[in-house]
Nanobody, 123 residues
Framework: QAQLVESGGGLVQAGGSLRLSCAAS????????MGWFRQAPGKEREFVAA????????IYADSVKGRFTISRDNAKNTVLLQMNSLKPEDTAVYYC????????????????WGQGTQVTVSS
């Protein structure tokens, strides 16, 4: 069974940076797109970024474009989300997810999910 474990969350001041990591295990992730989503209290889960298996394609939510960077290391089964210029509105629980095939912005198309890591940005 696939397992995704996020780490790297925490409390940071506005304008600061954090790097989230997602460690995947349990089976091969060859051919899998990896995505990051987030969910703030009282809000629906929303797409943040995704990267295809070969890293040829990355997509971002407009709200994070230019500030966040997604990358992956297939040899280590790890996906990273570098978050710069953080804003209070980035505060949320961040989830790592995996889906077989092409990139997608839709949570329902991802079959595997981690437990999430809290990111809090203070003003």
């Amino acid at each position: 069974q696939a397992q995704l474990v996020e780490s790297g969350g925490g409390l940071v001041q506005a304008g600061g940076s954090l790097r989230l990591s997602c460690a995947a295990s349990g089976r091969t992730f060859s051919g899998y797109t990896m995505g990051w989503f987030r969910q703030a209290p009282g809000k629906e889960r929303e797409f943040v970024a995704a990267i295809t298996w070969n890293s040829y394609n990355t997509i971002y939510a407009d709200s994070v474009k230019g500030r966040f960077t997604i990358s992956r290391d297939n040899a280590k089964n790890t996906v990273l989300l570098q978050m710069n210029s953080l804003k209070p509105e980035d505060t949320a629980v961040y989830y790592c997810a995996a889906r077989l095939g092409l990139d997608s912005r839709w949570p329902y198309q991802y079959a595997d999910w981690g437990q999430g890591t809290q990111v809090t940005v203070s003003s």
